[in-house]
T-cell receptor
Framework: GAVVSQHPSWVICKSGTSVKIECRSLDFQATTMFWYRQFPKQSLMLMATSNEGSKATYEQGVEKDKFLINHASLTLSTLTVTSAHPEDSSFYIC?????????????FGSGTQLSVL | SQKIEQNSEALNIQEGKTATLTCNYTNYSPAYLQWYRQDPGRGPVFLLLIRENEKEKRKERLKVTFDTTLKQSLFHITASQPADSATYLCALGNRGTDKLIFGTGTRLQVFP
């Protein structure tokens, strides 16, 4: 099946620093990738939809200036958490759907656990 | 507002039995419903998709039902194994949108 690689798998940073998370589709192209956040024992919450070559679409309540998304190619989307604070500590997951297929079946990355001290 | 509810309590069953997980939703009319498996510290893995016009779907030891009148989906794992222990998420989607709405998941523990 299709593989989505997410890196890093975990990161610890100091408050106020920025962290970049990469999401790559290894064996398929994706015009659309999705970024989710998941707190312990809670549901995946969609943060934004990343569109190749255009601006991301953010969900209500998600600060676009804080969570910068770049989708520069059909196989790579990045999420940068700027000026991270302890409340940004969470599990971040990306997903993608192969180009030409509907978004009914998503392939997820393995997630990134962010801990902000 | 749209709401998806899954058993919040963990489900503990003995190996070999059938596990049944529920997913109930309100204020939503999904075109399809999906089930995912998520292991600790990992991303979800797609298992099954069932559409609004389908009553039941099977894949190996998995079976999903979808009742749009009751607004409920049941997810069954027959002949359960300890390796089936994980959190199972249901997710709802609709036509014309890329978004999936996820439930909080139910943790399944299969003991020998």
């Amino acid at each position: 099946g299709a593989v989505v690689s997410q890196h890093p798998s975990w990161v610890i940073c100091k408050s106020g620093t920025s962290v970049k998370i990469e999401c790559r589709s290894l064996d398929f192209q994706a015009t659309t990738m999705f970024w989710y956040r998941q707190f312990p024992k809670q549901s995946l919450m969609l943060m934004a939809t990343s569109n190749e070559g255009s601006k991301a679409t953010y969900e209500q309540g998600v600060e676009k200036d804080k969570f910068l998304i770049n989708h520069a190619s059909l196989t790579l989307s990045t999420l940068t958490v700027t000026s991270a604070h302890p409340e940004d500590s969470s599990f971040y997951i990306c997903s993608a759907s192969p180009l030409g297929q509907s978004n009914e079946k998503l392939f997820f990355g393995s997630g990134t656990q962010l801990s902000v001290l | 507002s749209q709401k998806i509810e899954q058993n919040s309590e963990a489900l503990n069953i003995q190996e070999g039995k059938t596990a049944t997980l529920t997913c109930n939703y309100t204020n939503y009319s999904p075109a399809y419903l999906q089930w995912y498996r998520q292991d600790p510290g990992r991303g979800p893995v797609f298992l099954l998709l069932i559409r609004e016009n389908e009553k039941e779907k099977r894949k190996e030891r998995l079976k999903v039902t979808f009742d749009t009148t009751l607004k409920q989906s049941l997810f069954h794992i027959t002949a359960s194994q300890p390796a089936d222990s994980a959190t199972y998420l249901c997710a709802l989607g609709n036509r014309g949108t890329d978004k999936l709405i996820f439930g909080t998941g139910t943790r399944l523990q299969v003991f020998p």
